[in-house]
Nanobody, 117 residues
Framework: QVQLAESGGGLVQAGGSLRLSCAAS????????INWFRQAPGKQRELVAG???????NYVGSVKGRFTISRDNAKSTVYLQMSSLKPEDTAVYYC???????????WGEGTLVTVSS
């Protein structure tokens, strides 16, 4: 079983920066793909960024050039550095760990990011 604990959310003005962290328990972190999703009020949850075991990253178009995902396997922690934040980035951000076998899919409880204009 994997447990995830997100931190780093909060209130920030447009143009500001935040860094989200997600610390994982369990032993699959180093062999898992790690993702950050977000869900804004009244909208569906969307994939924001992902990082593979080999360090390959992908981003949704709206955050490219502004957000950076990284991982530290030694600390079982993934980060999402968010810069040039916009009000439309306001959402609850969720950490997601996907292991190599079916059923290995774990979610954190989310951390709220609010960007004021």
């Amino acid at each position: 079983q994997v447990q995830l604990a997100e931190s780093g959310g909060g209130l920030v003005q447009a143009g500001g920066s935040l860094r989200l962290s997600c610390a994982a328990s369990g032993s699959i972190f180093s062999i898992a793909t790690i993702n950050w999703f977000r869900q804004a009020p009244g909208k569906q949850r969307e994939l924001v960024a992902g990082i593979s075991t080999g360090g390959y990253t992908n981003y949704v178009g709206s955050v490219k050039g502004r957000f950076t995902i990284s991982r530290d396997n030694a600390k079982s922690t993934v980060y999402l550095q968010m810069s040039s934040l916009k009000p439309e980035d306001t959402a609850v951000y969720y950490c997601n760990v996907q292991g190599p076998r079916y059923g290995m899919n774990y979610w954190g409880e989310g951390t709220l990011v609010t960007v004021s204009s």
